[in-house]
């Protein structure tokens, strides 16, 4: 369920979270449940979701964050076309200096794509 | 088409940018058009591209941003639902610094729908 | 309890979060008590929080945010000294950027304590 | 020297500076007096300091700086053209979220245009 | 005194510093000197104003300035329960997008916990 | 053309935009071209552009971006005092948030220099 890259990236972020937990008081421990949940099906699915954090992420320009939504947004299979859309808007939003996390966002995309595609091809 | 505030709003917006204009060389109008063409419907639809655009503005805390963006996903059809979890996503990547946009950005929500209801009423 | 200025803001603040109140679901409900919480005394002190809360409204220069803190400060009896101290940290973490925003704090910190100085010699 | 708008915006400066020298210490006052050491005559002129620190300001959204700056290049001489490809540098590095402020900064702009030129046409 | 992560942190800087004072005019001097005067001791505590320090440089999102107000909060005998709720205000100040760094906040703080408890152990 | 550092960041940018321009649709492809645009000759010189690019990107803290235009004001023949100067306008407005970044920026500038002096006595 990736490419060698995210799934080093998951690796790390459980393992750091769980120094965090090893600190984190009852207000901290809300926050991070209270994060998770914004993300669920209600109103707005998943995918628009997932879509809203990621170009958040991109034009606060935090490249942890932006890979995990482009790895939720690979999930819950959003197309090529939809994400790059999605990030376009965040580009003319946040302007040029998002650019370097613009790139970063697609060559992570695009190791993601090769990667079910190779998958394809062996099933 | 929208409560007083929100014409007002559009009505400035309108002024200011004919003097933007009066100066504009040809790169800034470019921008200015971009900027326009990235909420046409694709493979995202407006509705969606109007929620990024709103909490992209929610996160970098622009007001001005936030208030053209609640119209145009007033006009779009969006519901208060919708626009809800779309704000809260935002409030949870932005944090509480984004609280007195939030405010604001209701209060303005509110004002169009109260204009919508008394228009239905009248009809 | 305060100057002209700050109740004001008290007053507009209530109303505003009784409109977001109107639309907030359980998350966002959630986010507001959870913010309540971070200042309450605990391993730091009150007093310290609101200083905590007071500069990284600074440095992120938001407007409303650094009102309230101020008032809060005010409240906890922190010195005009201390005030002072934590701003110009503030000042020089964020820059000459947050000069605007520090002109106002000190503004409304100057109106709290002319009220204080004038209330002590009612008594 | 100037229009009524940025006389305004000077006469409250100042005033609001008064009352921040009221509380300041000596680290303070230091930083103030070294905000305006950076814009003098050196390597570079203070027209291109003024118009570094019109862009800063413009890309870190601050309009109170952004005012200041644009009195201070029309002070300097910067003619229409430079300041619209400056503010137009800022604009696209730092995105459509700095359009609220663009259109500020060249209301202000064109007013103090026009002062000049009806001064012009007095003489 | 330290880890080894934050001892070549601090080697890193040093250097780094050392290119800076090749270039730097007298005002970026001031400025460097200015930067280390904030944190002494006067109404508020180096305790407490390293806590500004840390929570402004978390919600500002900057790793290397986290760090290093990390080492100085540890150096300053700060507990880990008053870091911890220190880093929760800037947590609920500066939303998720904040976490990442929160992560690797805790993360040296947890490596110079340790250290300083097998230091007390080999005593 | 500059030293090894800035030749494996612009080899590292020339892949990473190869990816982009595989996903990117024309809005994408037309604000990658406007970016170029903006640091053309015109009423400003391609230097004083350069500059407002570079102190652009320091106070938004882009290492990235910075990178970019350190070697950009490098092949535009700007000076040491010219670009130093620069910078501390970018410090004094962004704060000392912005100093991990500064010092990166003269590391790099410092190893431009001395490719450029190497060069200079091999000829």
Same mark, same amino acid.
């Given at each position: 369920?990736?490419?060698?890259? %995210? ?16 600190? %984190? ?9 209270? #994060? ?26 935090? #490249? #942890? ?9 690979? +999930? ?5 076309? +939809? ?21 970063? %966002?697609?060559?992570?995309? #695009? ?11 062996? %099933?």
């Amino acid at each position: 369920m990736g490419s060698p890259r %995210a799934e080093q990236f998951s690796k790390e972020r459980t393992l750091l979270n769980e120094t965090v937990m090893k600190y %984190a008081d009852l207000p901290l421990k809300r926050f991070f449940s209270l #994060d998770s949940q914004m993300y669920r099906e209600g109103a707005l699915s998943p995918k628009v979701k997932e879509l809203l954090g990621l170009v958040s992420s991109l034009v606060l320009r935090c #490249d #942890d964050c932006i890979k995990y939504h482009v790895i939720r947004c690979h +999930e819950e299979g959003i197309t090529s076309e +939809e994400l790059e859309e999605g990030l376009s808007v965040g580009l003319v939003v946040g302007g040029s200096i998002t650019i370097p996390h613009l790139r970063r %966002a697609f060559a992570l995309w #695009d190791e993601l794509q090769e990667e079910k595609n190779s998958k394809s091809f062996e %099933a």
